[in-house]
């Protein structure tokens, strides 16, 4: 990661109409910022759903 903070969320959902754990992670840094949502079918693996990566283009000076 690039030294920031890491919250994971965790509980029951449903995904595709089925039931399933659903994780969602955030990664907030200094100059990025990520969204990932993982979900688990019937105590399968967790599978990546979707997974965003916003990157500050301008770094402030300083």
Known sequence: M???????IQGKG??????????????IGEA???????VRFDGGEFLNRNEYHLIRSDQPKG
């Open 14 to 27: 449903s995904d595709d109409n089925r039931p399933a754990d659903i994780r969602v992670t955030y990664e």
């Open 2 to 8: 690039f030294g920031g903070l890491v919250l994971v």
């Open 32 to 38: 990025a910022f990520v969204t990932r949502k993982d």
